[in-house]
């Protein structure tokens, strides 16, 4: 299993990003995918998740209506588009797959390296 983010990086408040995962070596489009964010000195969250078929979402409250997962089971990839940015979002981001038959949003097995999103004037 392999996931890859990419798309972090530094944006002023109010900005916008985009995140992207690519996962490879499983079935993706059998498992939940998440995004899970920690930022330096605070404990990791769950920030997104979305189910196998993109269906059904879940979000943490403070980024409800600002952040929007979906993902592209063809492509094999799932994004995290992240609009209206705060300085409180900087954190490294990871892509996790869940374990199948974990429930929901269900318990991560694989991790991503991270991709490290700054929101900073």
């Known amino acids: 299993v392999q996931l890859v983010e990419s798309g972090g990086g530094l944006v002023q408040p109010g900005g916008s990003l985009r995140l992207s995962c690519a996962g490879s070596g499983f079935t993706f489009s059998r498992y939940v995918m998440t995004w899970y964010r920690q930022a330096p000195g605070k404990e990791r969250e769950l920030v997104a998740a979305?189910?196998?078929?993109?269906?059904?979402?879940n979000y943490l409250d403070s980024v409800k209506g600002r952040f929007t997962i979906s993902r592209d089971n063809a492509k094999n990839v799932v994004y995290l588009q992240m609009n209206v940015l705060k300085p409180e979002d900087t954190a490294v981001y990871s892509c996790v797959k869940v374990k199948y038959g974990s429930g929901w949003p269900g318990i991560g097995d694989y991790w991503g390296q991270g991709t490290q999103v700054t929101v900073s004037a």
């Open positions: 979305i189910s196998s078929d993109g269906g059904l979402t």
